[in-house]
């Protein structure tokens, strides 16, 4: 079964998954989404930043999770979004590649977007 931090995002993305005409995918981890173990979300982190094209992170639902994840995801230079409800950090993420739509650095635009642009 699908985590529903991952079945929501994967609802509003599929109702924008082309962004300002970009093409954007999305990738859940759902094991990461069910364990909560430090183990499992700084594996989860890293492994978005093993990708060239991952341009931003949906994920920590508590402060403890965010406090793990964020160093080795803006050392990557990816944006975060986080809480509990998927659907709206997934609109997040889509509002932010479309204003970011043709920048040269699509991963740098859409995180300075996420931090209030």
Known sequence: MTP???????????A????????VG???????VRDRS????GAGARRATESSAAIAY???PDRRS??????????????????SDGAAAMRA????????AGDDDLRA?????LEGG
């Open 4 to 14: 529903p931090l991952c079945a929501e995002a994967r609802t509003a993305y599929s």
């Open 26 to 32: 999305l990738f859940c981890l759902d094991r990461v």
């Open 109 to 113: 635009a859409v995180r300075e977007q």
């Open 66 to 83: 965010v406090d793990f994840s964020a160093p080795i995801l803006e050392a990557a230079g990816i944006g975060a979004v986080n809480g």
């Open 38 to 41: 430090l183990a499992a979300i």
């Open 93 to 100: 993420v889509l509002r932010a590649v479309r204003a970011s």
């Open 58 to 60: 949906v994920g920590e």
């Open 16 to 23: 924008d998954p082309r962004p300002g005409g970009e093409p």
